[in-house]
């Protein structure tokens, strides 16, 4: 069964502080993502990334940094934390190749509430 | 661009109803399209997807979706709802296969038991 987790699960922040939040897949996928949930807009793109050692910016990658040192591990990073940046994030790994070709698997999410 | 959109933002039925959640897309090439659902407090997971072939899609637990060029649909439904089946359905597009995938806004079923 592919697996995504992240750490940690929930997170309070302060405005200003610095936030790392990780994802760790076992799928042996060369795709991963970082999305934002809030409602009513569904999830939106921040970062992702094909290898390792590098990132691509997503359609909202402002305020967000992110981090791919090997296959398996993915960061997000939020160097100054703003209340608006109060969510819930998600890291997928995305299949390429076979009958699963395009699937993403979701880790369970990583709520951040920046007070 | 890609883009998609979901209409209903929330359906309600009772258990045992049929239900059908929309899903309308705007892209003119060739398109991925794949369903996911999402529990309460979960992550998401994957229930189906289409690419080429029949149009009508088999997924997981008796869903089912219809890809349709002409109407630039990829509707799912159910023929007979479980009160598990409640949660948030997202639609996904991505144009050619390519790394970004778009989603909707979702739509929150409730099935009453």
């Known amino acids: 069964e592919a697996a995504v987790t992240q750490s940690p699960r929930s997170k309070v922040a302060v405005t200003g502080g610095k936030v790392t939040l990780s994802c760790h897949q076992t799928?042996?996928?060369?795709?991963m993502y970082w999305y934002r949930q809030d409602t009513g807009h569904g999830l939106r793109l921040i970062h992702y990334?094909?290898?390792?050692?590098?990132?691509e910016k997503g359609d909202i990658p402002d305020g967000y940094k992110a981090s791919r040192p090997s296959q398996e591990n993915f960061s997000l990073i939020l160097e100054l934390a703003s209340l608006s940046q109060t969510a819930v994030y998600f890291c997928?790994?995305?299949?390429?190749?076979?009958?699963?070709?395009?699937?993403?698997?979701f880790g369970e999410g990583s709520k951040l509430t920046v007070l | 661009t890609q883009t998609v959109s979901q209409s209903d933002a929330h359906v309600t039925v009772f258990e045992g109803d049929s239900v059908e959640l929309r899903c309308n897309y705007s892209?003119?090439?060739?398109?991925?399209l794949s369903w996911y659902i999402q529990h309460h407090g979960r992550g998401l997971q994957f229930l189906l997807k289409?690419?080429?072939?029949?149009?009508v899609v088999q997924g997981v637990n008796g869903f089912e979706a219809e890809f349709s060029k002409s109407d630039s649909s990829f509707h799912l439904r159910k023929a007979s709802v479980h009160w598990s089946d409640s949660a948030v359905y997202f639609c996904?597009?991505?144009?050619?296969?390519?790394?970004?995938?778009?989603f909707g806004t979702g739509t929150s079923l409730l099935v009453d038991p």
């Open positions: 799928n042996n996928h060369d795709y």
């Open positions: 990334s094909y290898v390792a050692d590098s990132t």
């Open positions: 289409y690419y080429s072939g029949n149009p």
């Open positions: 997928a790994s995305r299949d390429w190749g076979g009958a699963n070709t395009g699937q993403l698997y």
């Open positions: 996904a597009v991505s144009a050619n296969m390519g790394y970004k995938l778009t």
């Open positions: 892209y003119g090439g060739s398109i991925y």
